[in-house]
């Protein structure tokens, strides 16, 4: 059963899981992962999130991943193929729509690494727009509680505008 979009106040404790999550990924991956980030909510510090920790590892070349699905394995993260989402390699660790690690892996530099960041460090460091942010995913999640693609969904025009923002500054 699919888990509702339950949206939590920040919690200090995501910022050390990410660390030691990016530890342990980092001993499987090695000299192939150029940089990890924390990304999505949990990354904002004060801001309310699903409790789910999301990262991202860049990589020089996606066609390495598949190399290292079983070593993930290990670790309890799954390889979720999405064909929607081509430039980017998707492990998720916990149970389908109920995960507890979202791993995400770009090619590093790429539009996509590039974006991720942009939004992220915007939200960070402007408080106005992460309040904003933060009201919209509360309401969001009110309405489509028990459906995480729409929830989801709904989201992308905001990002997006935010994205955008955070070019032209």
Known sequence: MEKPVVIEEYNENWAFEYQREAQRIKQILGVHCIAIEHIGSTSVPGLGAKPIIDFMVGVHDLGEVDTWINPLAALGYE???????????????G?????????HIYTY???EWKNIILFRDYLQIHPDIRKQYEQLKQGLAEKYR????????????????????????
Not at 79 to 92: D, G, I, T
Not at 95 to 103: E, I, K, S, V, Y
Not at 146 to 169: C, G, L, S, W
């Open 146 to 169: 028990n459906d995480r693609d729409a929830y989801t969904n709904a989201k992308h025009p905001f990002i997006m505008d935010v994205i955008q923002k955070a070019k032209t500054e």
């Open 109 to 111: 530099g790429g539009e």
């Open 79 to 93: 390889h979720v193929y999405h064909k929607e989402f081509p430039n980017r390699r998707f492990f998720r660790k």
């Open 95 to 103: 149970q389908w729509r109920a995960g507890t690690h979202h791993l």
